[in-house]
């Protein structure tokens, strides 16, 4: 069982940055790959980034791309996602979870471990 904690959002205007840390119960590094994902209110949830186990492989949502930046720290047992240059359409409770294979990353249904999610609210 993997228990992960969210943390780092919060309010931020238009065109600011946050960045948000995923905390692993136990150790990751060789074991899950990790993902970002995110809900919006009568939004389904959405893929917005993935990392391999080894953090060579990354992957992202097209409407992410040169603004958010995941990485990890498996000595930390620690998963961020940079978010720079946040539009109004970012906000939403932002979810982190891992996956045992790096395939499909897109896809929820392949993540097992959820965590409890951070709400980012980006105003005007």
């Known amino acids: 069982q993997v228990q992960l904690v969210e943390s780092g959002g919060g309010l931020v205007e238009t065109g600011g940055s946050l960045r948000l840390s995923c905390v692993a119960s136990?150790?990751?590094?060789?074991?899950?790959?990790m993902g970002w994902f995110r809900q919006a209110p009568g939004k389904e949830r959405e893929f917005v980034a993935a990392?391999?186990?080894?953090?060579?492989?990354?992957n992202y949502a097209s409407f992410v791309k040169g603004r958010f930046t995941i990485s990890r720290d498996n000595a930390k047992n620690t998963v961020y996602l940079q978010m720079n240059s946040l539009k109004l359409e970012d906000t939403a409770v932002y979810y982190c979870?891992?996956?045992?294979?790096?395939?499909?990353?897109?896809?929820?249904?392949?993540?097992?471990?959820w965590g409890q999610g951070t709400q980012v609210t980006v105003s005007s």
């Open positions: 979870a891992a996956a045992s294979l790096w395939s499909n990353t897109a896809l929820p249904m392949q993540y097992a471990y």
């Open positions: 136990r150790r990751t590094s060789s074991d899950y790959a």
């Open positions: 990392i391999s186990r080894s953090g060579h492989s990354t």
